[in-house]
């Protein structure tokens, strides 16, 4: 289990802006790594009515469990436990969470019984992803009911001096900040 703090900012793309940004980065097909996010939460969503997120991400070759609830000093601690990619499908095909380790103690803290959390939405994101001066920065297409949209993120270690490092970073990249809904939101709406 790891428990880490999350600080990210983030801004939808226009597809042609999001071409541009392969180009100036120079991202061929080869960059991007596809993973699928598996989004959970009880029927009457009360894990979103906290703030919380949870999902399972399936990778290629493995996969993790992982809920984030917000940090009082910013950003968001995610609670992962790692998975076999089997287990991953597994519970993805049944639409249940995993009922042992860190995450499922973290919901037990706070009231909730893994058995209450289903899978309500899934979406695939071709994801680039590589380290700038600034942070970690991140390119995504994403793929979910009947949308597809682009978006940029960038992850910091610092809320306040990743904030304006961040809008510094779309200055010079000529882009328009477009606020950006976080993907299980987004997924559960489309």
């Excluded at 950003?75 to 499908?89: C, N, P, S």
């Excluded at 477009?178 to 987004?186: D, G, L, M, Q, V």
């Amino acid at each position: 289990m790891a428990k880490t703090r999350e600080i990210e900012f983030k801004s939808m793309l226009t597809e042609n802006e999001f071409a541009m940004l392969c180009q100036h980065y120079h991202l061929t097909s080869h960059a991007f790594k596809t993973q699928t996010n598996c989004y959970f939460d009880t029927e009457d969503y009360k894990l979103r009515s906290l703030g919380w997120g949870l999902r399972i991400r399936l990778y290629a070759d493995r996969g993790e469990l992982t809920l984030k609830v917000p940090a009082a000093e910013g950003g968001l601690w995610e609670y992962t436990d790692a998975l076999t990619l089997e287990t991953a499908q597994t519970l993805r095909t049944q639409g249940t969470c995993l009922h042992t380790g860190a995450v499922a103690d973290k919901l037990q803290e706070a009231g909730f019984s893994a058995t209450e959390v289903k899978l309500l939405a899934d979406l695939t994101t071709k994801r680039a992803e590589f380290s700038i001066p600034e942070g970690l920065l991140a390119l995504d297409e994403n793929f979910y009911g009947t949308t597809h949209d682009f978006e940029l993120e960038l992850e910091v270690s610092d809320p306040v001096h990743g904030q304006a490092a961040f809008l510094q970073l779309l200055q010079q990249l000529h882009l328009t900040y477009r606020p950006a809904e976080n993907k299980i939101s987004r997924a559960f709406k489309g």
